[in-house]
């Protein structure tokens, strides 16, 4: 895949995407919004590919934010199009059926908070630091921001870092419950990598169906939710996953699923 401001590297059933821009700190411009459109979508339907995890060049920043440069001359409709052009790509990683794993190193600020927010888990390094200081700057989180933190802290605590537009650590990050984990920098990718090799060794039907159900039920009331929890659960029941992993489960044994 040759991409100018992306680089995917593949182990086996794990895919590495690498934010490609360490001498503008990562900064996402348009051509590195729609390189990482381009990766999610070849990902999707790489059935090799399992979990997927994002992280960027560089030991200073994950992704210091959207590209300044590019939005300073921005008219009123240029910039409401680049706001859906980086929600669209944002809803590609979060709606990629695979599970996608932060592993923020450094600056994650602004759109860079935004894209570790669209992926389903974030495992941040010791020197990692999160923000939305977009209000600072005379404007708001637009790709995501004022949707998904409230969403994953709640409310109040999202309103409180989004009005104010302060900087976080990673240990602030992990008590208010925006990361999973917190380890030194040069363990940042050996331990992203080993939690995915811990999802890899399930059924990975039943993690496409069961990340479906979860996203779906954010959105919608318990009594929906549960109703659509109980047809993918119907549809795992039809897989020889399912038929091996009870099957080794009575036997003792480990099971060897075929993702079919």
């Not at 459109?37 to 059935?47: F, K, S, W």
């Not at 560089?58 to 409401?80: Q, T, Y």
């Not at 935004?114 to 200081?133: R, V």
């Amino acid at each position: 895949m040759e991409l100018n401001n992306v680089v995917v590297e593949k182990e086996n059933n794990l895919a590495v995407l690498f934010i490609n821009r360490p001498k503008a700190l990562n900064a996402l411009n348009s051509e590195t919004l729609s390189d990482i459109g381009t990766a999610a979508r070849a990902l999707t339907e790489d059935d090799d590919v399992g979990v997927v995890i994002i992280t960027g060049m560089g030991e200073k920043a994950f992704v210091a934010g959207a590209d300044i440069k590019e939005m300073k001359d921005m008219s009123p409709l240029e910039a409401r199009r680049f706001m859906i052009f980086g929600q669209s790509v944002f809803n590609e990683i979060s709606n990629l059926p695979k599970p996608t794993i932060a592993a923020v190193n450094g600056f994650a600020l602004g759109g860079g908070c935004e894209l570790a927010l669209s992926c389903d888990m974030i495992i941040a390094s010791e020197n990692a630091k999160f923000g939305l200081p977009e209000v600072t700057l005379g404007i708001h989180p637009g790709f995501g921001g004022t949707q998904r933190l409230p969403r994953l802290i709640g409310a109040a605590k999202a309103k409180e870092l989004i009005f104010t537009g302060q900087m976080i650590d990673a240990s602030e990050a992990s008590k208010i419950g925006l990361v999973n984990k917190v380890v030194p920098y040069e363990n940042l990718l050996d331990v992203a990598k080993a939690l995915a090799h811990k999802i890899l060794k399930n059924g990975q039907v039943a993690i496409r169906l069961v990340k479906s159900a979860i996203n779906a039920g954010l959105d919608t009331t318990l009594e929906k939710g549960l109703a659509y929890e109980a047809e993918t659960q119907g549809l795992a029941f039809s897989t020889e996953d399912k038929s091996e992993g009870l099957s080794a489960f009575m036997e003792k044994r480990k099971p060897n699923f075929k993702g079919r």
